[in-house]
């Protein structure tokens, strides 16, 4: 697809500045200015929180992993 804008000048020299900073085709760099814009996030992007990441708890708590022993196996099916 062709899509074509007016820009104004002072936006155009900023832009042809840009590209030629990042040594990029002035088209690239549109590109990924309108990819950053509409971006769909991404996997990595859904990551948990760094709050969630970070958190360390109570420390009175007991620690998830202390309870593991008690886990019961999963159950496997019967192929045959």
Request: aromatic content about 8%; glycine content about 2%; overall charge negative.
């Amino acid at each position: 697809m062709q899509i074509t804008i007016n820009l104004p000048p002072d936006l155009e020299q900023d832009l042809l500045q840009q590209a030629k900073t990042a040594n990029v085709p002035l088209q690239t760099l549109i590109l990924q200015a309108l990819c950053q814009r509409i971006e769909i996030p991404s996997v990595s992007a859904s990551q948990w929180p760094e709050a969630i990441l970070s958190y360390e708890g109570f420390s009175d708590f007991p620690k998830f992993e202390s309870y593991r022993d008690e886990l019961l196996p999963p159950c496997e099916p019967e192929l045959f």
